[in-house]
Structures are given as structure tokens and as C-alpha cells.
């Protein structure tokens, strides 16, 4: 696979993954929910100030630190796939890598400017783009907007389980969005189907 075709299949990721989010920002309120599919797939729209899948670092230092490590881990990743694509890797495994690198790559963009260009979301209004004031955060502080919700399996621990029993539970609570997801299954792809690879 050349150059040109393994950016194509990144930007093309990465514009469904932002138009997806600017959909979800601009014409949904935080919390809000939309069902697809009964009981296993909703669309519920929730800003995350930390890492993957609704994981939270601390404060503002703490997101200022994830912020400027995703910058390193993906300029450093975009290099790796250039040297790569240059020793004519496996097409598989560039695709591997840039299901991974659009994803990161999508989450930059969230965290370094939609403090700047969106309003805030809230409970009872939908952002908007370019507000006169100006955006919620500065630059690197960004929320990323997450809105892809899963909830597989509920019900309630056995009684006989100690200090759970008769609690409701929920299999995979996190919402995520987009690139979470590229970077789950680029990841998942390489483990299963590119050991050989990594082995030489």
C-alpha cells in the first residue's frame, strides 16, 4: 500500500469521526439520548475531560499532560508508519496503524480546539459554533465528545454474592465515540492477525 492511499483510508476516518461529534454537539444537549436499537444502542451525548472510554485524569494539569502526550505518541506514530510505508510493510498492518493513528488523531483535535470554538454544552442547551464570547476552554483543554453507548447486559448480582448481592449491575457502562472505537479495533486487528509481523 502507498502513501497516498494509506492517508486516504486516515482522513476519511478522521472526517466521520468529526462529522459524527459536531453532529452529536450541535444539535444535542449534554445527557441527551436517542435509542436506536431498544435496550442495547443509544446515541447519549457526554463531553470527557480525560482519556479513552470516559476515563478521567486530574484537574487541569492532568489534562494538559494527557493533551501533550497524545501529541508526542501520535507524531511519533505518524513517523513509524512513514518508515513503514517506505520498507513496503504488509497492507495489513499500515491499515492496523492508521485505524490507530486516525483515532488519536481525532481526539487530538476534540481536546486542542473544540474548547475554543464550541460553547458549553449543558443539560438545556445545545452549543453553538463560533459564539460571541468566545469557546468554553483554551487550547489543549478541550472536552472530547463522546456518544456511543452500549449498555449489553443488566440485571442484579446473585443475593449470595457478599456486599453485591441483589445490586443492579450494567456490562460495559463506558461511552465512547469514533476513534475510540479505531483505535480499539486497529489495535485488536494487529494482536490477532499481525503477530507474524511483529515476531520478525
Same mark, same amino acid.
Given at each position: 500500500?502507498?502513501?497516498?492511499?494509506?492517508?486516504?483510508?486516515?482522513?476519511?476516518?478522521?472526517?466521520?469521526?468529526?462529522? %459524527?461529534?459536531?453532529?452529536?454537539?450541535?444539535?444535542? &444537549?449534554?445527557?441527551? !439520548?436517542?435509542? @436506536?436499537?431498544?435496550?442495547?444502542?443509544?446515541?447519549?451525548?457526554?463531553?470527557?475531560?480525560?482519556? #479513552?472510554? *470516559?476515563?478521567?485524569?486530574?484537574?487541569?494539569? *492532568?489534562?494538559?499532560?494527557?493533551?501533550?502526550?497524545?501529541?508526542?505518541?501520535?507524531?511519533?506514530?505518524?513517523? $513509524?508508519?512513514?518508515?513503514?510505508?517506505?520498507?513496503?510493510?504488509? &497492507?495489513? @498492518?499500515?491499515?492496523?496503524? *492508521?485505524?490507530?493513528?486516525?483515532? #488519536?488523531?481525532?481526539?487530538? /483535535?476534540?481536546? #486542542?480546539?473544540?474548547?475554543?470554538?464550541?460553547?458549553? !454544552? &449543558? /443539560?438545556?442547551?445545545?452549543? &453553538?459554533?463560533?459564539?460571541?464570547?468566545?469557546? $468554553?476552554?483554551? +487550547?489543549?483543554?478541550?472536552?472530547?465528545?463522546?456518544?456511543?453507548?452500549?449498555?449489553?447486559?443488566?440485571?442484579? $448480582?446473585?443475593?449470595?454474592?457478599?456486599? @453485591?448481592?441483589?445490586?443492579? +449491575?450494567?456490562? +460495559?457502562?463506558?461511552? +465512547?465515540?469514533? #476513534?475510540?472505537?479505531?483505535? !480499539? %479495533?486497529?489495535?485488536?486487528?494487529?494482536?490477532?492477525?499481525?503477530?507474524?509481523?511483529?515476531?520478525?
Amino acid at each position: 500500500m502507498n502513501r497516498k492511499k494509506i492517508t486516504l483510508i486516515i482522513v476519511l476516518l478522521l472526517v466521520v469521526d468529526q462529522v %459524527v461529534k459536531l453532529l452529536v454537539k450541535t444539535h444535542m &444537549t449534554l445527557d441527551q !439520548s436517542i435509542t @436506536v436499537f431498544p435496550n442495547w444502542f443509544f446515541i447519549r451525548f457526554i463531553e470527557n475531560p480525560g482519556a #479513552a472510554f *470516559g476515563f478521567e485524569l486530574g484537574g487541569d494539569h *492532568g489534562k494538559l499532560i494527557l493533551s501533550l502526550f497524545r501529541i508526542v505518541a501520535t507524531c511519533l506514530l505518524g513517523y $513509524y508508519i512513514h518508515v513503514l510505508i517506505r520498507k513496503k510493510a504488509p &497492507t495489513g @498492518v499500515l491499515v492496523g496503524f *492508521g485505524l490507530i493513528f486516525a483515532g #488519536a488523531l481525532g481526539n487530538i /483535535l476534540d481536546s #486542542a480546539f473544540y474548547g475554543l470554538l464550541f460553547s458549553e !454544552s &449543558t /443539560l438545556t442547551s445545545v452549543a &453553538t459554533f463560533l459564539p460571541p464570547g468566545g469557546g $468554553y476552554a483554551g +487550547f489543549l483543554h478541550g472536552k472530547v465528545v463522546d456518544m456511543l453507548y452500549f449498555p449489553l447486559f443488566s440485571g442484579v $448480582y446473585p443475593q449470595w454474592i457478599p456486599g @453485591v448481592g441483589g445490586e443492579p +449491575f450494567l456490562f +460495559f457502562s463506558p461511552i +465512547f465515540n469514533l #476513534a475510540d472505537s479505531y483505535i !480499539s %479495533v486497529g489495535i485488536i486487528y494487529m494482536l490477532l492477525f499481525q503477530r507474524k509481523f511483529f515476531s520478525k
